[in-house]
């Protein structure tokens, strides 16, 4: 039942498809040297109405659900996983937003229609879970917080307009929203393995942030601990997973069809049994996949999400795009290895998948305390 899609969903698909074949494959590698074409392809996204896909139709949305977004997300993540990270975090933050009348007001139509770049920054440098090391983050100032702090590995962090911030305040977790032109907002670049062009270093100094533009997540995160993993931490395991799924793919279509060009002793190497047997394995482990994503996200939006399920869904499909990646840049031989063919990139991506929205151990420690097992803490190493 898993696989089944409606009929707005399959156009959906076919159209993101279209859009990552034809206007994204052409440019993908600039996607992991230059900021401008990152900023370029937002917009491009925002008018095809990719940002709006989980959105309620009366702010122009499609109502798509988390099928819809995971669709689309994935399409793009065949052809450039950093425009897929791109469109993860548009989404999530035009959502966001709407939960937040003020920074609704400020930036949900920039973001939802892509002339503004959203950013998210969550990761303290003690470790992104490691809550009691956490330094408090802000301290209220009258109307005002201010805020004083260090974030890791902002993600379109180089040219956001505006960046949504998580914190510790008071030993509860609160969000800021904070335009990144206003005074003690500082980025630097952070150069990484994959997934883009160089994410950012935050550093805010004094910032102060309207209480309006501040919501509180103790909810999620209270008195230091994380309480709630059913939220935003399982909800971001479907966006990583599709990723990850569409970053499996689109390295598996692109090695079946290099052996089926590429020639020892005038047959193509894709004759070769031992190789039909790879490229067949690599193609039962991402159905697999594909199926247990698919399976996840319709249950969220029938009402009835496994929240096990979506927390042994990121470490699978994770670690299967990894060996995906891996395998088809050993079949492409020495070529593989060469940035300019373009298949390399899939490997330096999946290894930040297998790092990003919690390490496959932390998932597993989240399963073992829904499971009642002795001891277990959630997202725990």
């Known amino acids: 039942m898993s696989r089944l899609l409606t009929r707005e969903l399959m156009d959906l698909r076919s159209k993101a498809r279209a859009f990552a074949r034809d206007v994204v494959r052409p440019r993908r590698l600039e996607a992991y040297e230059n900021p401008p074409f990152l900023i370029e392809m937002n917009q491009l996204m925002g008018k095809e109405g990719f940002f709006r896909t989980m959105l309620p139709k009366t702010k122009g949305g499609s109502e798509s659900g988390v099928m819809g977004a ?134 805010l100094t004094d910032v102060r942030v309207p209480a309006e533009l501040v919501s509180d997540l103790s909810a999620m995160v209270k008195d230091r601990e994380l309480i709630n993993v059913n939220g935003a931490g399982a909800a971001s395991t479907h966006f990583i997973s599709a990723l990850s799924l569409g970053l499996a793919d689109g390295a598996w279509e692109k090695t079946d069809a290099f052996l089926r060009e590429r020639t020892f002793r005038d047959q193509p190497l894709a004759s070769m049994q031992a190789l039909q047997h790879k490229l067949v394995r690599m193609k039962q482990q991402i159905e697999a996949g594909r199926s247990m994503l698919y399976d996840a996200a319709h249950l969220v939006d029938a009402g009835q999400g496994d929240i096990i399920l979506d927390h042994l869904l990121k470490p699978f499909v994770t670690e299967m795009a990894a060996d995906v990646a891996r395998e088809c840049v050993t079949l492409h031989g020495g070529r593989g290895y060469l940035r300019s063919a373009g298949i390399e990139v899939y490997l330096r991506d999946a290894i930040g998948c297998l790092i990003g929205e919690c390490s496959t151990d932390q998932h597993y420690s989240t399963v073992a305390n829904l499971m009642g097992m002795p001891g277990a803490e959630p997202g725990a190493f």
Request: charged residues 20%; glycine residues 8%; hydrophobic residues 45%.
């Open 70 to 203: 995971m669709l689309v997300i994935e399409e793009l993540a065949r052809e450039c996983p950093a425009l897929a990270m791109a469109a993860m975090l548009q989404m999530s933050s035009a959502s966001n937003m709407l939960r937040n009348p003020a920074a609704a007001a400020r930036w949900f139509e920039g973001t939802a229609s892509g002339t503004l770049s959203a950013s998210s920054a969550f990761t303290d440098p003690v470790g992104i879970t490691n809550y009691k090391e956490h330094p408090e983050i802000a301290k209220r100032d009258g109307t005002d917080y201010v805020v004083n702090g260090v974030r890791w590995f902002v993600t379109q962090g180089m040219f956001a307009d505006v960046i949504r911030v998580g914190g510790i305040v008071e030993d509860d977790m609160h969000l800021f929203w904070i335009d990144r032109q206003q005074p003690g907002v500082k980025i630097t670049p952070m150069p990484k393995m994959g997934i883009g062009a160089p994410w950012g270093c935050l550093e």
